[in-house]
């Protein structure tokens, strides 16, 4: 038996040796299957078990449990509840909503923005996230993009929609803005009618319609239930770790110049003073990364790529600096895609004399191209069919496939690690 362990152990060691991130590797596989086991457990459930039920079964284990900080206020998952209940009622008697209507929402962070997505959940409505910060005709698009049949706004962007009302009352748009009272004609107030709304449950046949392939929320690309999220009105990199410590936060999401914003503070003794352990987001920069670590601990690093539209993504689960993921048998098997050339000055994918495109080797940039499956399908844009079109390419490896065009290029090293390098033509998220 001595043996039998210390032979299980050298090979550990070997494999450890030849293979440095076959554990990590081996983790990453591991949640792939028990992430696929769980959502194929849910797709088949009758009904679909959706988010909102996620929510609601919380509701029923912790429903003194913290769902929202904001400011110096916290609101249980309980209280949450009851609240979404109240604007679900309020929307279905003054908004005259119905089971798949959308409904966008022009709102900065406030925990009535989560209130009113649960709401909209609840009653079996798609949500359409506004930019609160864009205006004019820009927001008169992107409104008329995701065909709402009513826009809810704060308070304190009511004159931003004023700027397009006359636009919104020809569509038969119903405007609410969230206050007790207002005079602009065309315009409802909601807040008073959230305030005397019954917070009794929201019956479950509201939504009994709803499958998978129901349009949940309609995100805008330009350039948990079960834990506690803690809001913020705006980004302030001088507040930000005292924040942390004051909600004892444990994970942070961020996007790259956020990290770069944290390290260009004045240094302070209680740098390092905080929970949190992990952060999760994507475009940092390597020596932002370097930075980060050196100066604020060890906060392990969660950098990812993806899109809101597309088929697959990557995460950096080795901790490698400067990547977005790495290469996986195992996920490439599950979502297929390639790296292939790229002509930067026709702006389109390199092709073979047979007319496929041809992949690129370790160490050059390519394309991320993402094969198309009933796994990984690529619903499209809403209400753009030509676009949606645009960015399928055909016949990639062999006749009659079709794979999604990314628009991003990479590279992957002698490891296998993957690094994003630009984007091309006019795509921006």
Not at 36 to 56: A, C, N, Q
Not at 262 to 283: E, W
């Given at each position: 038996m001595f043996w039998y362990i210390i032979s299980a152990i050298l090979l550990l060691f070997a494999i450890r040796l030849r293979f440095p991130y076959f554990i990590k590797e081996a983790k990453y596989a591991s949640r792939i299957a028990r992430a696929m086991y769980r959502t194929t457990k849910y797709l088949r459930s009758r009904p679909v078990y959706m988010l909102v039920d996620r929510f609601l079964d919380s509701v029923q284990k912790n429903p003194h449990k913290a769902f929202i900080r904001f400011q110096d206020k916290t609101y249980s998952y309980a209280q949450s509840d009851k609240q979404s209940n109240k604007v679900a009622r309020s929307l279905l008697k003054h908004a005259n909503l119905h089971e798949g209507d959308t409904v966008a929402l022009l709102l900065g962070n406030e925990p009535m923005f989560l209130w009113i997505w649960l709401a909209l959940a609840k009653i079996g409505c798609s949500a359409a996230l506004l930019n609160h910060n864009i205006?004019?005709?820009?927001?008169?698009?992107?409104?008329?993009?995701?065909?709402?049949?009513?826009?809810?706004?704060?308070?304190?962007?009511?004159?931003?929609?004023?700027?397009?009302?006359?636009?919104?009352?020809?569509?038969?748009?119903?405007?609410?803005?969230?206050?007790?009272?207002?005079?602009?004609?065309?315009?409802?107030?909601?807040?008073?009618?959230?305030?005397?709304?019954?917070?009794?449950?929201?019956?479950?046949?509201?939504?009994?319609?709803?499958?998978?392939?129901?349009?949940?929320?309609?995100?805008y690309t330009s350039g948990t239930t079960?834990?506690?999220?803690?809001?913020?009105?705006?980004?302030?990199?001088?507040?930000?770790?005292?924040?942390?410590?004051?909600?004892?936060?444990?994970?942070?999401?961020?996007?790259?110049?956020?990290?770069?914003?944290?390290?260009?503070?004045?240094?302070?003794?209680?740098?390092?003073?905080?929970?949190?352990?992990?952060?999760?987001?994507?475009?940092?920069?390597?020596?932002?990364?370097?930075?980060?670590?050196?100066?604020?601990?060890?906060?392990?690093?969660?950098?990812?790529?993806?899109?809101?539209?597309?088929?697959?993504?990557?995460?950096?689960?080795?901790?490698?600096?400067?990547?977005?993921?790495?290469?996986?048998?195992?996920?490439?098997?599950?979502?297929?895609?390639?790296?292939?050339?790229?002509?930067?000055?026709k702006e389109e994918p390199v092709r073979n004399a047979d007319g496929f495109c041809v992949e690129v080797a370790r160490g050059e940039t390519g394309l991320l191209v993402s094969k198309i499956t009933k796994k990984a399908q690529f619903a499209g844009y809403a209400r753009d069919p030509k676009q949606t079109e645009k960015k399928k390419l055909c016949d990639v490896f062999e006749k009659g496939d079709v794979y999604f065009n990314s628009g991003d290029l990479f590279r992957t090293d002698s490891e296998d690690f993957i690094y994003f390098q630009d984007r091309v033509g006019d795509t921006f998220r």
């Amino acid at each position: 038996m001595f043996w039998y362990i210390i032979s299980a152990i050298l090979l550990l060691f070997a494999i450890r040796l030849r293979f440095p991130y076959f554990i990590k590797e081996a983790k990453y596989a591991s949640r792939i299957a028990r992430a696929m086991y769980r959502t194929t457990k849910y797709l088949r459930s009758r009904p679909v078990y959706m988010l909102v039920d996620r929510f609601l079964d919380s509701v029923q284990k912790n429903p003194h449990k913290a769902f929202i900080r904001f400011q110096d206020k916290t609101y249980s998952y309980a209280q949450s509840d009851k609240q979404s209940n109240k604007v679900a009622r309020s929307l279905l008697k003054h908004a005259n909503l119905h089971e798949g209507d959308t409904v966008a929402l022009l709102l900065g962070n406030e925990p009535m923005f989560l209130w009113i997505w649960l709401a909209l959940a609840k009653i079996g409505c798609s949500a359409a996230l506004l930019n609160h910060n864009i205006r004019s005709k820009s927001l008169l698009h992107c409104f008329t993009c995701c065909g709402a049949n009513a826009l809810i706004a704060g308070a304190e962007l009511q004159d931003v929609v004023e700027e397009v009302l006359p636009a919104l009352r020809e569509q038969g748009i119903s405007v609410y803005v969230l206050t007790d009272h207002v005079t602009t004609e065309g315009m409802i107030s909601l807040t008073d009618k959230i305030t005397q709304a019954s917070d009794e449950p929201i019956p479950a046949d509201m939504r009994a319609s709803v499958t998978v392939t129901s349009p949940a929320v309609y995100i805008y690309t330009s350039g948990t239930t079960g834990a506690t999220v803690v809001l913020r009105n705006k980004f302030s990199s001088s507040q930000f770790w005292d924040d942390c410590r004051k909600y004892n936060v444990t994970v942070i999401q961020y996007i790259g110049e956020t990290m770069r914003y944290l390290c260009n503070t004045p240094k302070r003794v209680s740098d390092q003073v905080h929970n949190v352990r992990m952060a999760i987001g994507n475009g940092i920069r390597p020596e932002v990364w370097r930075t980060f670590i050196k100066r604020f601990g060890n906060v392990e690093i969660k950098e990812f790529y993806g899109s809101t539209e597309g088929t697959l993504g990557f995460v950096n689960y080795a901790g490698k600096i400067g990547a977005v993921g790495r290469v996986n048998f195992f996920h490439k098997g599950i979502y297929p895609y390639a790296f292939v050339k790229f002509d930067q000055e026709k702006e389109e994918p390199v092709r073979n004399a047979d007319g496929f495109c041809v992949e690129v080797a370790r160490g050059e940039t390519g394309l991320l191209v993402s094969k198309i499956t009933k796994k990984a399908q690529f619903a499209g844009y809403a209400r753009d069919p030509k676009q949606t079109e645009k960015k399928k390419l055909c016949d990639v490896f062999e006749k009659g496939d079709v794979y999604f065009n990314s628009g991003d290029l990479f590279r992957t090293d002698s490891e296998d690690f993957i690094y994003f390098q630009d984007r091309v033509g006019d795509t921006f998220r």
